[in-house]
């Protein structure tokens, strides 16, 4: 038996995997990053600051000793 498609209709949905994530999930993940990197860069700065102060502290240390 023969069968003659005259029109076929199909609706094709195509998912990138690269946009797997919501937009609003997206912003989220970015503000996250975004804070840490910030918490990590002012530990830095703070242990940076510390660690001058101590030098400092030690080149006074080593001026006014006999």
């Known amino acids: ?3 003659i498609i005259e029109e076929v209709v ?4 195509t998912v990138d995997g690269d946009a797997m ?3 609003n999930v997206l912003a989220r993940i970015i503000q ?3 804070a ?3 918490e990590k860069h002012a530990r ?3 242990r940076h600051a510390d660690a001058r102060i101590a030098e400092d502290d030690d080149h ?3 001026e006014s000793a006999p």
Not at 10 to 13: L, M, V
């Open 10 to 13: 199909s609706t094709i949905r």
């Open 32 to 34: 996250a990053v975004l």
């Open 60 to 62: 006074a240390t080593r």
């Open 21 to 23: 994530l919501h937009p």
């Open 1 to 3: 038996m023969d069968i």
């Open 44 to 46: 830095d700065r703070r």
């Open 36 to 38: 840490a990197a910030d």
